[in-house]
């Protein structure tokens, strides 16, 4: 079966995000001052054959720790969709 | 109050991605042969001081069409989380 996999890939909330912050100066700079706290991730979606829905899981974790994600500098979230 | 909002955005479903491909062709170097049809977004999170829900989703719509979108290329989904 086919599953539609997203992974989220965020950096660490303990470091700083200078795109982020960028993102959040030209937030300010539009007028928009009630925005803060910008952080600048990646969204992946992908197709994932496999058995079952903890297998696709399993595929998806090792293409995060493996090629996505930067450990020392990001975290990663998996949702399985269907 | 403030709102924690998050904004996917992606690449438009009819253009290629060609960020996408070189992730597809990583992971298959990789051996994961079951993973198809990779696109690779953006995924920013913000919060958002706002009087409603509604206020603080309509705040997100506009940085996304004037800041965090190209809509030539890209589409957007916001999800206010609380």
């Given at each position: 079966?086919?599953?539609?996999?997203?992974?989220?890939?965020?950096?660490?909330?303990?470091?700083?995000?200078?795109?982020?912050?960028?993102?959040?100066?030209?937030?300010?700079?539009?007028g928009?001052n009630?925005?803060s706290?910008v952080?600048v991730?990646?969204?992946?979606?992908?197709?994932i054959?496999a058995?079952?829905?903890g297998?696709?899981?399993?595929?998806?974790?090792?293409?995060?720790?493996?090629?996505?994600a930067?450990?020392?500098m990001?975290?990663?979230?998996i949702?399985v969709?269907?």
């Amino acid at each position: 079966m086919i599953y539609q996999v997203q992974i989220k890939v965020m950096p660490l909330k303990d470091l700083l995000d200078p795109q982020g912050k960028a993102v959040l100066g030209g937030l300010h700079n539009l007028g928009m001052n009630g925005v803060s706290d910008v952080r600048v991730g990646k969204q992946i979606t992908l197709q994932i054959e496999a058995a079952s829905e903890g297998e696709a899981k399993a595929v998806a974790e090792e293409a995060s720790k493996k090629l996505l994600a930067n450990a020392v500098m990001e975290y990663f979230e998996i949702e399985v969709i269907q």
